[in-house]
């Protein structure tokens, strides 16, 4: 029995660009193989080409040409420069990026013995964190025989909401989970910002009525 040749399954010779394809995010250039796309963008009359000519026209300026929409028909295409596409993409991204804030749950623990003092403190650094667009979970830890004060604990929170009520609400009642009374506050930075255009329309009135007195002097 003669031995047969063993298949190969190496495909590196038959497409020396399938890794290449692979990595980048668009095709471009020779890796754009319909017979035909729309161009789009500055500097060209929008419409459709046969891909050979759009190459051509992007040689021609020294650029690349870029599939940005492949699932149209014919594919969209772009005529720029793919690095400097691809360098002003990601650092939008990483501007995004460092702009989203990450809205964190920041906690703030009372016992129902907490002084004054402790408390004023204790709020500064509550309204700083609504401030920031975080949640703030406050609790009244209980140990021992100080779970007989709950009305103590539930005095302490709703006096907490009433000094954090320009910054942040409450999302619910406080609730007992095991030895612990808690409470949830929310940021109000939505709020606020909707009450500035009333406030800039309020000055436009008295205008108006000094106009009419002058009018019935004359």
Known sequence: MQNRPKPSFNNRGRNPNFRREQQQEHRTNKMIRVPEVRLVG????????????????????????????????????????????LYEKKKKEKEMKANAHKSEVKEIRFTPNTDDHDF???????????????????????KG??????????????????????????????????????AIFAPKTAKKKDKQPKEAKEPKEPRVAESKQEDSAQ
């Open 42 to 85: 500055e500097n060209i009359e929008v419409g459709v080409y046969k891909t050979e000519d759009a190459l051509r026209m992007a040689e021609e300026q020294g650029l690349d040409l870029v599939e940005i929409s492949p699932n149209a028909a014919p594919p969209v295409c772009r005529i720029i420069d793919y690095n400097k596409f």
């Open 120 to 142: 004023d403190f204790k709020a500064k650094h509550a309204e700083k964190f609504l401030k920031d667009g975080n949640k703030v979970k406050t609790y009244v830890q209980f």
């Open 145 to 182: 025989r100080a779970i007989m004060f709950k009305e103590r604990g539930e005095l302490i929170l709703l006096k907490f909401a009433e000094r954090l009520a320009e910054v942040g609400g409450l999302e619910g009642m406080p609730t007992m989970e095991g030895k612990r009374m808690i």
